[in-house]
């Protein structure tokens, strides 16, 4: 059974940083996708950032490119988040998610595992 467990969500000021990590465990992962969503109130889940683990492809939502940065260590079975120059809108919680199948990269309802999710809340 795969589980997925993130860490590092806190309380930031605008402008600063984060990095969130997703440890996986329970498979092994050379044909996984690893992608994360964040959800705020009120909103549905929303796609953030993606990462193949074999050939380390990733892909972004438009509103934080250049800003966020996705990777994966395959020796620590880890994927990193790293947020950059936040903005009160990244404020949701982040979730961690991975698949095995195909089905479109940006619908959270292609993913087959969640983990619990993490708060980011990012002050004016």
């Known amino acids: 059974q795969v589980q997925l467990v993130e860490s590092g969500g806190r309380l930031v000021q605008a402008g600063g940083s984060l990095r969130l990590s997703c440890a996986a465990s329970?498979?092994?992962?050379?044909?996984?996708?690893m992608g994360w969503f964040r959800q705020a109130p009120g909103k549905g889940r929303e796609f953030v950032a993606v990462?193949?683990?074999?050939?380390?492809?990733?892909l972004y939502t438009d509103s934080v490119k250049g800003r966020f940065s996705i990777s994966r260590d395959k020796e620590e079975n880890t994927v990193h988040l790293q947020m950059n120059s936040l903005k009160p809108e990244d404020t949701a919680v982040y979730y961690c998610?991975?698949?095995?199948?195909?089905?479109?990269?940006?619908?959270?309802?292609?993913?087959?595992?969640w983990g619990q999710g993490t708060q980011v809340t990012v002050s004016p």
């Open positions: 329970g498979s092994t992962f050379g044909r996984h996708v």
């Open positions: 998610a991975a698949k095995s199948g195909g089905g479109t990269y940006y619908r959270p309802e292609t993913y087959d595992y």
């Open positions: 990462i193949t683990w074999g050939g380390g492809s990733t």
